[in-house]
T-cell receptor, first 115, second 115 residues
Framework: DAKTTQPTSMDCAEGRAANLPCNHSTISGNEYVYWYRQIHSQGPQYIIHGLKNNETNEMASLIITEDRKSSTLILPHATLRDTAVYYCIVRVAPITTSGTYKYIFGTGTRLKVLA | NAGVTQTPKFRVLKTGQSMTLLCAQDMNHEYMYWYRQDPGMGLRLIHYSVGEGTTAKGEVPDGYNVSRLKKQNFLLGLESAAPSQTSVYFC??????????????FGPGTRLTVT
């Protein structure tokens, strides 16, 4: 089961900031929040990740609440090329030392940037 | 760098036929993954590999087998295809980082239809 909840869809005007919320109320202390996006039916593309501090890179900013139960991805100046499905993902730690971290995908938010 | 490539891009199979999907990466990544994505859904992990010669089951492994004979290649096999395996298949790879965080790089996907 997905560990995240996101709105199904959102619209944003071109040039404005797009704020995409995500709830992850059952997140554990060592689980990271990752954001990916998928344009058309291409492979998902990494955007940003964080544990408990706010993060910023050249693509976006990630704001994580102090209790870590929710986060917001911010695209500061949305363009038409940012139209995509945005996935908020919790990265789950391996159960054994020989395992690997796993992404639990939800159904994502379909962001439409309007001209 | 080509990144992560997948072969073929499209395939139509009849029920009961077999096929192998090939994933190749040129980034010297230790970890590789196979996901499937059904319409309107997020990605679900089928199998993964933490290194050459090792594989492990993900969320939805039934009906699939995998092999990692070379570090750069990860093969996904369907021995007897079923209509329920109609999906888009994505391969991904990532670095191995002890106790740290890393992103997965995804291929462009293989669209498989089983009739």
């Amino acid at each position: 089961d997905a560990k995240t909840t996101q709105p199904t869809s959102m619209d944003c005007a071109e040039g404005r900031a797009a704020n995409l919320p995500c709830n992850h109320s059952t997140i554990s202390g060592n689980e990271y929040v990752y954001w990916y996006r998928q344009i058309h039916s291409q492979g998902p593309q990494y955007i940003i990740h964080g544990l408990k501090n706010n993060e910023t890179n050249e693509m976006a900013s990630l704001i994580i609440t102090e209790d870590r139960k929710s986060s917001t991805l911010i695209l500061p100046h949305a363009t038409l090329r940012d139209t995509a499905v945005y996935y908020c993902i919790v990265r789950v730690a391996p159960i054994t030392t020989s395992g690997t971290y796993k992404y639990i995908f939800g159904t994502g938010t379909r962001l439409k940037v309007l001209a | 760098n080509a990144g992560v490539t997948q072969t073929p891009k499209f395939r139509v199979l009849k029920t009961g036929q077999s096929m192998t999907l090939l994933c190749a990466q040129d980034m010297n990544h230790e970890y590789m993954y196979w996901y499937r994505q059904d319409p309107g859904m997020g990605l679900r992990l089928i199998h993964y590999s933490v290194g050459e010669g090792t594989t492990a089951k993900g969320e939805v492994p039934d009906g699939y087998n995998v092999s990692r004979l070379k570090k750069q290649n990860f093969l996904l096999g369907l021995e007897s295809a079923a209509p329920s395996q109609t999906s888009v298949y994505f391969c991904a790879s990532s670095y191995k980082v002890a106790g740290g965080s890393y992103e997965q790089y995804f291929g462009p996907g293989t669209r498989l239809t089983v009739t």
